[in-house]
């Protein structure tokens, strides 16, 4: 929700002079999002123009959101973005701000 009103979030820095920037950078530059299983290309553009790329974890929100034919891969692969937001918003972005490490074809984790 946050990410859709940023605007009107961002007019309470007209009353907060002491901060060194401004709502809508704090905002911007502390908040990560997940699709979370609302699977709407509108909503994920709308999201990268406001926060940006960098900023989308990929999620398919099972098992509430559950479809067994692959929707939620579809959603990423269908999805009217360039090839390296879907790299960033697939797997890149949980790996750098979570910390995570990928898993080698044997099992091994890549460091």
């Keep these: 929700m946050l990410v859709s009103f940023l605007e009107g979030a961002d007019i309470l820095s007209n009353w907060t002079p002491h901060l060194q920037r401004r709502v809508a950078g704090y905002i911007t530059n502390n908040l990560n999002v997940t699709p979370s299983g609302i699977f709407s290309h509108r909503m994920l553009a709308h999201a990268i123009a406001a926060i940006g790329a960098d900023r989308i974890m990929f999620s398919s929100d099972c098992p509430f959101q559950y479809s067994p034919n692959g929707g ?40």
């Design 72 to 111: 939620a891969r579809a959603f990423l692969d269908t999805a009217p973005i360039s090839p390296e937001d879907k790299v960033k918003i697939g797997y890149q972005n949980a790996e750098r701000i979570l910390g995570l490490r990928r898993a080698r074809p044997g099992g091994d984790c890549i460091a």
